[in-house]
C-alpha cells in the first residue's frame, strides 16, 4: 500500500475540495476499523487547513475520487444530490473471467442491519485478458476490464454485484474469489483490490457548473494491468 503525508488534490475552490483517495485509506475514523493508520479526513484537514465535510464515502480497500464539501451548506446541497441519485459515479474494476461485454445488475442487497435494499449497478466491458498462469482445472487465467457505473450506492454494492454474477473484482476479500487472490498473492505479491472510482460528475451547487473529477490509477492497479497486458 502506497502511504503519503499529502494527498493529491484533484479539485478545489472556496466550496469543494477532491482528492485521489489512495487504497488502503479509511475516509474517516471508524470503531470497526480501530487498526487504521491514515485517515483521508484529517490529512486532508491538515494539508489545506480547513475543516472538511466528507459529503461520500468509499470503501477502504477502493482508491479513486473522494469529494468533501468546506462548509455545511455545501455538504447538506451536494449530499442531497447523492442521496436522490444527481451525480454520474463511474468506477472501474478488473475482474475473475471473460465478462460479457455490458450489462445491468438489478439484485437487492442486505446492509448490516439486516435491511433489504434496491441496488442497481450497470458496466461495460473494455478489455479481455488471458495469461498463462494456470489455475484450478484451467490451463489459464482469464480476466476482464470494465467500468461501471452504479445507480445506487449501497455499502459494496460493486464488489457484492460482481460477486453476485460470477466475476469478482480480483484482489476482494471477502466479496471475492480466495483462490484467485491466493494465486495472485503468490504469484505477483498482490495485495491491493482491484477497484478504483476514476470519475465524478457534479453540478456545482454554488454556480450551476457541470464539474467531472477524474482520478488517475494508482500504481498497484497501473502494475496488474501491466502484468495482463503483457499477457
Known amino acids: 500500500m502506497e502511504h503519503k503525508s499529502s494527498l493529491d488534490i484533484l479539485y478545489q475552490d ?11 485509506y479509511l475516509v474517516h475514523r471508524s470503531p470497526i476499523a480501530r487498526d487504521a493508520e491514515f485517515i483521508v479526513l484529517q490529512i486532508l484537514r491538515d494539508q489545506i487547513g480547513k475543516h472538511v465535510y466528507p459529503i461520500h464515502r468509499l470503501d477502504r480497500k477502493t482508491s479513486g475520487v473522494l469529494l468533501f464539501a468546506l462548509d455545511p451548506d455545501t455538504n447538506r446541497a451536494l449530499g442531497r444530490d447523492f442521496a436522490e441519485h444527481n451525480v454520474i459515479k463511474a468506477y472501474t474494476a478488473i475482474v475473475r473471467g471473460w465478462i460479457p461485454e455490458e450489462g445491468r445488475v438489478d439484485y437487492d442487497l442486505t446492509n448490516d442491519s439486516g435491511k ?4 442497481i449497478t450497470n458496466y461495460r466491458r473494455t478489455a479481455l485478458y ?14 476482464s476490464h470494465i467500468d461501471v457505473f452504479p445507480e445506487t450506492g449501497r455499502m459494496h454494492q460493486i464488489r457484492k454485484h460482481m460477486n453476485h454474477l460470477r466475476h469478482p473484482i480480483l ?12 494465486l495472485w498473492k503468490s504469484e505477483y505479491g498482490l495485495f491491493e483490490m482491484m477497484l478504483h472510482a476514476k470519475s465524478l460528475e457534479i453540478t456545482h451547487p454554488v454556480n450551476n457548473n457541470v464539474i467531472k473529477i477524474e482520478a488517475q490509477y494508482f500504481s498497484e492497479y497501473q502494475r496488474v494491468l501491466s502484468i495482463l497486458e503483457a499477457g
Do not use: M
Not at 130 to 143: A, I, N, Q, V
Not at 171 to 182: L, T, Y
Open 14 to 24: 472556496d466550496y469543494l475540495v477532491a482528492v485521489n483517495k489512495p487504497c488502503g
Open 116 to 119: 433489504t435494499q434496491e441496488a
Open 130 to 143: 488471458e495469461l498463462d498462469l494456470p489455475h484450478g482445472h484451467f490451463p489459464t487465467s482469464r480476466y
Open 171 to 182: 484482489g476482494d476479500r471477502p466479496h471475492g474469489c480466495s483462490k484467485q487472490n491466493r
